[in-house]
């Protein structure tokens, strides 16, 4: 029998700049992405908590709805795959959705922006094909478009404003979540790092000198998957396959402050999403289990598939992402509980190396927020 060979990854239109920049290139979600740059994970990581962090996000899935009757059809049509309202949506504002299963748990989260005469939508890359197959299926009076020609970079941090600004003049108006198209750019403010900072849609041919003139900005350095990680789970975000998956849904995720009041009970479009009867019974009598932020004692990290323990020694659940945060120089953990053990405060024992070891359940996100609001 002949072996079975790994699937060729995916190369980012910009591999030769990371390679260029030194870039420790790793395999992810099908693609060959930096997971680090000469400076480590570390440096990186408070580097864009201080200055500014370039990312390169090309491997996420972009995708264009178009209405092929009216604009509110198409936003209705793609309101029925989740619990969010997508109808009240401004134009030139982007927000979060996920989409849901019949037994209410998460497919993907993903970001979507009004732009008028059609919606933009940007997936994770390791769901995108299965999104772009549900979105075809699910919406036939839809014309679903995915954008293969684009690259995708963030920008995070407290300089990124100044440096996107003088790159792309206009963009320092713009506010959380608000999204503009400047020529040929597409930007979004907004990221998964818990800083300030902007999403940009780069034409192909264009992306490697845009990133270039980035680069070139007082303050701004590569930032690889390594401290994106560590970024996000310090702000307090999911990932999924991890931290949201098929089996979760929104409510035990304590994302419910992604679920509109249009869509609630008694709201004007309630429910009529997949997985509702289930989503909308735990907003109104609460789940079994939440999502919660972790402090573990000491310097140990416990990491994702710790076993949780009350201090009795009854099994109350597992962590689902954790590490060092640099930021706050301390371990950090996010996971699931069972709701009597998720108060702020409770003390938990993680199970490490046969070890079982003090955990206190506390507030999310571990560093605060920096958004322009």
């Known amino acids: 029998m002949a072996d079975l060979e790994e699937p060729e990854l995916r190369l980012l239109g910009l591999d030769a700049l990371h390679e260029g920049l030194g870039g420790k290139m790793v395999p992810f979600a099908g693609y060959r992405m930096p997971v680090q740059y000469p400076d480590g994970v570390m440096k990186e990581h408070l580097h ?35 619990p969010v309202d997508v109808l009240g949506l401004a134009e030139g504002r982007q927000r979060y959705g996920l989409f849901t299963n019949d037994q209410g748990g998460i497919l993907d989260d993903l970001m979507f922006t009004n732009r008028g005469d059609h919606l933009y939508v940007v997936v994770n890359a390791a769901c995108k094909a299965e999104d772009i197959a549900h979105m075809t299926r ?136 997949p997985g509702a009867a289930r989503i909308l019974k735990e907003l109104a009598e609460g789940p079994e289990r939440l999502r919660v932020g972790l402090r573990p004692e000491g310097r140990a990290p416990m990491r994702e598939g710790v076993e949780l323990f009350a201090e009795d020694g009854t099994p109350v659940g597992r962590v689902t992402s954790g590490g060092f945060g640099p930021s706050v120089n301390a371990p950090i953990a996010m996971g699931y509980v069972a709701r009597a053990h998720a108060n702020l405060g409770t003390t938990l024992m993680g199970e490490v190396r046969g070890k079982r070891l003090p955990v206190t359940v506390t507030e999310l996100p571990f560093h605060p927020t920096t958004y322009k609001r």
């Open 48 to 82: 864009t908590r201080s200055e500014a962090g370039l990312f390169d996000v090309s491997h996420m899935g972009q995708v264009i709805l178009r209405p092929k009757g009216q604009m509110d059809d198409l936003k209705l049509a793609f309101e029925a795959l989740m």
């Open 138 to 273: 699910m919406m036939p009076g839809v014309s679903v478009q995915p954008v293969t020609d684009r690259a995708l970079l963030a920008l995070q941090g407290p300089g990124a404003e100044a440096a996107l600004e003088t790159v792309v003049p206009g963009v320092a108006a713009m506010r959380f979540m608000d999204h503009r198209v400047i020529g040929d750019i597409w930007v979004s403010r907004s990221g998964y790092t818990g800083e300030d900072g902007f999403e940009i849609s780069v034409p192909d041919a264009q992306a490697e000198a845009f990133a270039r003139k980035l680069l070139a900005q007082p303050g701004v350095a590569p930032i690889g998957l390594g401290a994106r990680d560590s970024l996000r789970l310090e702000a307090g975000l999911c990932l999924y396959g991890h931290d949201i998956d098929t089996m979760t849904s929104p409510v035990e995720a304590n994302l419910t402050w992604a679920i509109q009041k249009a869509r609630r009970a008694g709201g004007p479009r309630e429910g009529g999403f």
